[in-house]
């Protein structure tokens, strides 16, 4: 009956006459068996499956290592900057790259005021003043930690934290310095408010980094990317404030990134 009643016509009876034969035949067997019929071979597989349950919790053995082995987050570090009532904060400050330090500048409230760059390590309870740094204000600490950067009666200059000699490098400065790891300090200068660099250990020609462009009033805050020669750098005109990169030693425009105010490049390259 089985073949009677196949799908495919050529597997068929051939004629009614055939058919007829098929029934009458007690011996007759279409295909085989359920005793002859090939059974599932799961012994061939089962090396595999082995296998396969093996490299799954090989892999998910690595997965828990590795968030067991990842560090912790390092936890949030608060510090409080003593203002007595007759200063008022200012924006202006530099983290010194190992981050156990802040200078920052004190300014008296009211106009006719003089700002001070001040010290504090995170490991001492109070600031303390920058010796003859009065008058100055955009702080930038050297990549030793040792020095600080910074502007003071429209010139850039360098001087030790723990007090010495300051030395000028560059005139016409007006905001925005930032000390990199290749020794050059880059700051905002008139006329044109363009950006600027200059070797931070002096006796160096000022370098132009960008020039006037119509629509714009400011290029200001560049960034180095760490270990490119490329940063980035606020400009700010109109329709709108971006940021863009730049390759300093060529004043190459590379193109904007984001429209927004000092970026700041991360150690992943974002």
């Not at 409080?80 to 981050?99: C, H, K, R, V």
């Not at 109070?126 to 600490?141: I, K």
């Not at 001087?159 to 020794?183: H, K, M, N, Q, Y």
């Not at 990134?257 to 390259?269: A, E, K, N």
Request: glycine share 12%.
């Amino acid at each position: 009956m089985s073949r009677a009643l196949e799908k495919v016509p050529a597997d068929r009876f051939p004629d009614a006459r055939s058919f007829a034969r098929a029934l009458d035949d007690p011996a007759f067997r279409h295909g085989l068996s359920a005793k002859g019929r090939p059974q599932p071979d799961h012994g061939r597989w089962r090396p595999v499956a082995i296998a396969g349950w093996a490299a799954a919790a090989a892999l998910g053995a690595v997965a828990a290592s590795t968030l067991l082995s990842r560090p912790s987050p390092a936890p949030l570090e608060y510090m409080g900057l003593d203002y007595p009532s007759m200063w008022q904060p200012n924006a202006e400050f530099s983290l010194s790259p190992d981050g156990t330090e802040i200078v920052f500048t004190r300014q008296p409230q009211g106009s006719e005021g003089a700002t001070q760059l001040y010290l504090r390590r995170f490991s001492e309870p109070v600031d303390r003043p920058v010796p003859d740094t009065r008058g100055a204000s955009w702080p930038a600490m050297s990549p030793d930690g040792t020095e600080v950067a910074f502007i003071a009666g429209g010139q850039l200059r360098v001087g030790p934290l723990a007090g010495g000699v300051i030395r000028t490098v560059a005139d016409s400065a007006v905001c925005c310095t930032t000390w990199t790891e290749d020794g050059y300090l880059y700051f905002t200068r008139l006329p044109g408010l363009t950006l600027a660099r200059v070797p931070a250990a002096g006796g160096g020609e000022v370098e132009a980094v960008t020039t006037q462009e119509e629509g714009v009033w400011q290029h200001s805050f560049y960034r180095p990317f760490p270990g490119t020669d490329f940063g980035v750098f606020t400009v700010l005109g109109t329709p709108y404030r971006r940021i863009e990169a730049i390759r300093p030693s060529t004043g190459e425009r590379l193109g904007e990134l984001t429209p927004g105010y000092l970026g700041i490049p991360l150690p992943t390259g974002q």
